[in-house]
């Protein structure tokens, strides 16, 4: 028997995982790194955006993509030890829903012409994007979605509107899925088109979310807006299919176990180095029992994601969907523990400029209690929790 | 049922191969002996043991491959007790003959060795001290008592840790040497755990099988025992959960089949996450059995999944108990012995606490 992990450790893996490790040490911003650390989500689009141009001039931008598209055409091993640096090392995520989502997408459904015009924009960061899939009564029953799309000669005119739209606000271009007919079962009459942020009628109004971190998502009104059918992926009528491979690529990366392992790791090395009134955290029993519980639940979907990723072969389908519930879970009560191990500062509530002589205590125990609040969102997006059970129900156990 | 094994295709000839034999014989209390001799006509008892003696030579976390479908039939054999450990300890001692020739034996389905650590009242350690050896006059005078040895009516000789001067040690004692006197006891699970005492018993020279300080071997073996039961769990647990969705696919209340429904469906879910994630970790403490492991990352792969499979396995038996309602009650039913045995391998080789407790001491950085 082979352990999980063995084609990480070749001297190949090794010499990659050096020269990631090496990059980013020498090129990560600290003003980011430190946005990482403090957990924050909201990076604005300038940060995004620096942050990308840093990592494609090392040539790793896309780095699931395809050299001939100007990806990094890394192997499996190689994608999975680079998002795990990165994340280790307080490093921002790809900017996921070009670089993710719509561009394996796009290489995969996209004629010619759509890639030539959709791909270079991504690849070197200019172009944002984001997501137009979920409304306000189609969210986990995504195949309910109204939004209309309507054949005007070269044109579909939109009408309706979209929710939740993450990035909505500071994107330049919308992916997303539209109804063009009602008449057959609702997974049918669902088109996949690409338009314009900027076109005449579209109004983005952001969202504010409780947690007291800055806007992160949106609502999207389409008053007949006009979208070129040139910019149509896929058949009229296709495109559940192309929107379900990209809600299947999410699932993995929802997983989020990377970036679990660095906020794990993070709230050990606090706990050996602060003490409490004269004692060292860890040797707080009720600490230190949390501590290894987390550590025990985390490496449980860790193996677990090893063994689906490179030994499952072509037969895996609805089991990922396992990754998503227990990644999920086990990061939000990682948070949550970091949350109540910072103390009691954890309920201020900081702004964007928090006073200069603010101690450090405050801002990273704030900034825990805005995670911790922020974070459930992964239990409730990229189809909630409830969700991915009922298709392990269905896919899986045959019920 | 679990899915995406990562096993090459040897390892999953010899798990079929295992599978299908252990099809063909009655599961239950009583057939221990018959089940071990069913795979010993196979030829498969010696997989994890080196290449000299009939083994795959790929080391004793290879056992995964016999051990997981004895847990899918929850047939309590003594396979670990008998193979695995002992074949553990061989590891370090490979110039000690008579283990050797013990392993052989036991290979063969015959009796064997098996492991006599606990010591009554002192929980799990592995540090014997209430047992204790004295050199005299050439030979060893050994005194003490060991506690509830698991499967001893399959050995004929005990590997017992005792303290010379305060050290260590492991002495080779065969159960019929004048001075011990055994205890038998049947376990929930259908094994035979005994007591052993041992009033000045005299063992030759050559019969301490350590060469200063056996501690290191001592916790090699148990950490394999605590490896390998995972395995077995683990087959345990994924028999729990299918016993469980054909049930409640079949039993009609309500008018309709018990697994329409939804509270039911996600119950079931989550034992299934749980299993996927249990195979994971009990495959990795497998893996790291290799004697190249640094001990301490072996330490925390193998509590890690000891303390989740020990939990998480008992977890899954009582909720497939829950859902199949009084009829797992009876005995007849074989849902019990999966639920006795399952909460029985969280009690052998330390427990899901002392697993944990042992994970905490080395996040304090304290040695373990």
Same mark, same amino acid.
């Given at each position: ?9 070749? !001297? ?12 980013l ?17 909201d ?27 100007g990806?990094a ?11 795990r ?15 993710s989502?719509l ?8 004629t010619?012409?759509?890639k030539?015009?959709?791909?270079p ?10 997501q137009g899939?979920?409304? !306000? ?5 995504l ?13 579909y005119v ?25 008449s ?22 952001p ?19 006009r ?6 992926i896929?058949?009229?009528?296709g ?6 491979? @990209? ?6 990366g ?11 790791q993070?709230? @050990? ?7 409490v ?10 600490i !230190?029992?949390?501590? @290894?519980?987390?550590d025990?639940?985390l490496?449980?979907?860790e ?6 990723l ?14 998503k519930?227990r990644?999920?879970? @086990? ?41 911790h609040?922020n974070?459930?969102?992964?239990m409730?997006y990229?189809?909630?929790n ?13 019920l | 049922m ?7 295709e040897? #390892? ?6 295992v ?5 063909a =014989? ?7 002996a018959a ?10 008892l ?9 083994g795959?030579?790929? /080391? ?29 300890i061989?590891?370090?001692?490979p110039?000690?003959a008579?283990?050797?020739?013990a ?6 389905g015959?009796k064997?060795?098996?492991m ?6 002192? /929980? ?18 050994v ?18 840790t ?9 002495f ?9 006197s055994?205890?038998?006891?049947r376990s929930a ?9 041992l #009033?000045?018993v ?13 501690q290191?071997?001592i ?10 039961s ?7 647990m ?6 469980? =969705? ?11 089949p018990?697994?329409?429904?939804q509270?039911?469906q996600?119950?079931?879910v989550?034992?299934?996450?749980d299993?996927e994630?249990?195979?994971s ?20 792969t ?8 020990g ?11 829950q859902?199949?309602g ?18 029985s ?5 330390g ?18």
């Open positions: 028997m082979e352990a999980l992990d063995r084609h990480m450790l070749s !001297a190949e893996a090794t010499e990659f995982r050096r020269k990631v490790k090496a990059f040490s020498d090129k990560l911003p600290a003003y980011i790194r430190e946005q990482g650390v403090l957990e924050r989500m990076l604005s689009r300038e940060d995004q955006q620096s942050w990308h141009k840093i990592v494609r001039a090392r040539g790793l931008a896309c780095p699931g993509w395809p050299k001939e598209y990806g055409g890394l192997s499996d091993s190689e994608l999975y030890i680079l998002e640096e990165f994340a280790l090392a307080g490093a921002p995520r790809p900017m996921i829903y070009g670089v989502m561009g394996p997408a796009l290489i995969a459904h996209g010619a012409d759509q030539q015009r959709f791909l924009g991504i690849l070197e960061g200019d172009v944002f994007w984001c899939f979920s409304e !306000a009564n189609a969210g986990s029953d195949a309910s979605l109204k939004c209309s799309a309507r054949r005007d000669g070269d044109h939109i009408n309706g509107h979209k929710m939740w739209t993450s990035e909505g606000h500071i994107a330049d271009w919308m992916f997303g899925v539209f109804r063009t007919d009602s057959g079962k609702k997974q049918q009459g669902i088109t996949f088109l690409l338009l314009d942020m900027k076109s005449p009628g579209i109004i983005v109004q969202i504010q979310t409780f947690d007291g971190t800055g806007i992160e998502i949106n609502q999207v009104f389409f008053d007949n807006v979208v070129p059918a040139d910019q149509r896929g058949e009229e009528g495109g559940w299919e192309i929107a379900k491979s @990209v809600l299947t690529a999410e699932r993995f929802n997983a989020e176990i990377s970036r679990s392992i660095a906020s794990l993070r709230l @050990v090395s606090h706990c050996r180095e602060q003490s009134d004269g004692r060292r955290l860890t040797d707080d029993p009720s !230190a029992r949390r501590l @290894v519980d987390l025990l639940a490496s449980a979907v193996q677990t994601e090893l063994r689906f490179f030994r499952a072969g072509e037969e895996l389908g609805a089991e990922a969907a396992l990754l519930l990644g999920t879970e @086990v990061q939000n009560e990682i948070l949550a523990a970091a949350s109540d191990i910072f103390g009691p500062a954890a309920c201020v509530d900081l702004d964007e400029a928090p006073p200069a002589d603010a101690p450090h205590d405050y801002v990273r125990a704030s900034y825990a209690l805005k995670a609040m974070y459930r969102k992964t409730i990229g189809g909630s409830e969700v991915q059970r009922n298709i392990l129900a269905r896919g899986v156990l045959g | 679990i899915r995406a094994m990562a096993l090459n040897t #390892d999953m000839q010899i798990r079929d191969l599978a299908d034999r252990l099809a =014989v009655p599961a239950g209390r009583e057939s221990a089940t071990l001799s069913a795979l010993a006509e196979l030829g498969v010696a997989v994890p043991l080196p290449e000299t003696m009939g795959t030579g790929e /080391g004793i976390g290879n056992a995964a491959l016999l051990l997981e479908p004895l847990g899918q039939h929850a047939s309590a054999t003594p396979y670990l007790e008998t193979i695995c450990v002992p074949s553990a061989a590891g370090f001692y110039a000690f008579p283990l050797s020739a392993l052989g034996s036991s290979a063969g015959g064997g060795a098996v006599a650590w606990m010591e009554q009242g002192r /929980g799990w350690s592995r540090t014997p001290t209430l047992t204790t050896a004295v050199e005299k006059g050439g030979t060893w005078v005194n003490g008592h060991k506690s509830l040895v698991r499967c001893a009516d399959f050995a004929e000789t005990f590997l017992v005792a303290a010379v001067k305060g050290v260590p040690a492991l080779w004692l065969p159960a019929a040497t004048s001075g011990v055994l205890t038998h006891y699970d259908g094994r035979t755990l005994t007591d052993i005492q #009033d000045d005299v063992l030759e020279a050559d019969c301490r099988i350590d060469d200063g300080d056996a290191a071997a916790d090699y073996g148990l950490d394999a025992g605590a490896a390998l995972t395995c077995e769990a683990v087959g345990l994924d028999r729990c959960l299918d016993m469980t =969705v054909d049930y409640l696919k079949t039993r009609e209340q309500f008018g309709g018990l697994s329409r429904m509270a039911l996600h119950r079931l989550e034992m299934y996450a299993v994630c249990a195979w970790l009990a495959h990795g403490a497998a893996c790291c059995l290799s004697p190249e492991m640094p001990a301490a990352r072996r330490q925390a193998v509590s890690k999944a000891k303390a989740y499979v939990r998480k396995g008992r977890q899954v038996a009582l909720e497939a108990l859902m199949h009084a009829i797992g009650m009876t005995k007849e039913y074989p849902l019990g012995r999966y639920l006795q045995r399952l909460t391998i969280d009690r052998d080789y427990d899901s606490q002392w697993h944990l407790d042992r994970l905490e001491r080395a996040l304090r950085g304290d040695c373990a």
